[in-house]
């Protein structure tokens, strides 16, 4: 086994064990995906300030998300068909999570069902939640994350349409895969994976299929969510799922000031600038250019997390010295889940918290709560974009 000594380790390890259709799933945008591109991109035109002669001892990166405590100001986001990246992927990183001491959010669209996952874990998680036009099921998978004990409810409002991925309509993107030559070639290479798929029941959408009216296998799912994604979600719609849910309430998706105003106005708890990690909206800005804004249109009124590009304890840093009270990692654990599994993510959380342990007492600081913007150093290229009109 290689020395796994950063997040880019993973990567590799995981492009060779991951069947591609997956694999282009978590390492892809939409269009041109310029966004995509943008999230990690913008980070490295952060510079930060190095300061010597502080005393060190002693540190400590554990802070709070939404009133709770976490080893580090770093949530696992919510990622569709993670159980399709390993057999149980939802399951797997769930317990890595629970056990490194960070939040743990299940997508609407997981492998893993909301009680699969409740069942293999001893603490509460989060679950992200799609709207869909089947208000039956809406209220439904509302009531089933209660059930399960989910401590936060992740409202997902950039997906009311699919943004147009060009590699999955290109691999046929389908859970469990469709055979083909061309899959079942790819496929014979990755052994280990397809092991993992033999050895578990979970291959498709498990908080879909039997619970959704007329959904009883894979070939009416699809013609199902070909339709259900709900273009007609507004910010009404919102504060009915909020009265609904009646607990702490995220909104994710959020790449405006004047949304993320009237985000505070409805009394959500937290919001996460996001651009759906360059799935949506290509063009769009990345997460972070767009963090300092929000900071300042809505910073004292609702708690602040961001999502995008992170793939260092560096990054979290500097999102947290921008403002953020909290972030997400993504693609930066999927790739330690198709690499090796529940022991990947773990080593992907420990590389992530490592760096930023080492980052903070380099730019002299001891505490989450001492990270401010004194210490980054940002040149004309990480200028402000301005309206056109």
């Excluded at 099921?137 to 989910?150: D, M, P, T």
């Excluded at 061309?182 to 050895?199: K, N, P």
Aim: proline share 4%; charged share 25%.
């Amino acid at each position: 086994m290689p020395v796994i000594a950063e997040i880019a380790d993973l990567k590799r390890l995981y492009r060779n064990r991951v069947p591609r259709m997956f694999y282009d799933y978590c390492e892809s945008g939409s269009w041109t995906e310029q966004t995509f591109r943008d999230n990690s991109d913008d980070f490295d035109l952060i510079r930060l300030r190095q300061r010597v002669a502080v005393d060190m001892e002693d540190r400590s990166t554990r802070t709070t998300m939404v009133g709770q405590d976490v080893a580090m100001p770093v949530a696992l986001a919510p990622v569709g068909m993670t159980g399709m990246q390993h057999a149980d992927g939802e399951i797997l990183a769930a317990r890595a999570a629970e056990r490194f001491g960070v939040p743990y959010t299940l997508s609407t669209m997981s492998i893993c069902s909301i009680e699969d996952v409740a069942a293999a874990t001893d603490r509460p998680f989060w679950f992200q939640l799609y709207v869909m036009r089947d208000q039956a099921f809406l209220e439904a998978i509302v009531e089933r994350a209660r059930a399960a004990g989910c401590s936060a409810l992740v409202l997902t409002l950039d997906l009311q349409i699919l943004g147009q991925r060009h590699r999955d309509l290109k691999n046929g993107l389908s859970a469990p895969p469709k055979l083909s030559p061309a899959t079942v070639a790819d496929l014979s290479w990755r052994w280990r994976w397809g092991l993992g798929m033999l050895r578990t029941r979970r291959r498709g959408f498990g908080n879909i299929v039997g619970h959704a009216k007329g959904v009883g296998d894979a070939s009416s799912l699809l013609a199902w969510t070909a339709e259900q994604f709900d273009p007609r979600l507004d910010w009404e719609k919102v504060r009915q799922i909020k009265e609904m849910w009646g607990g702490t309430l995220i909104l994710k998706g959020i790449l405006d000031a004047e949304d993320a105003r009237r985000a505070a106005d409805l009394g959500c708890d937290a919001i996460v600038v996001s651009n759906h990690g360059g799935r949506q909206l290509d063009g769009a800005l990345s997460s972070i250019r767009v963090l300092p804004e929000i900071v300042a249109a809505v910073g004292d009124r609702v708690e602040i997390h961001v999502d995008g590009g992170i793939r260092s304890g560096q990054d979290v840093l500097k999102a947290v010295a921008m403002g953020a009270k909290g972030t997400y990692i993504g693609r930066a654990y999927i790739y330690g889940l198709g690499a090796m599994g529940e022991a990947g993510v773990t080593r992907a959380l420990e590389i992530v918290h490592r760096e930023l342990d080492i980052t903070m007492a380099l730019c002299g600081r001891r505490r989450i709560e001492d990270l401010g913007p004194e210490i980054l150093l940002v040149g004309p290229e990480f200028g402000r974009y301005r309206p056109y009109a």
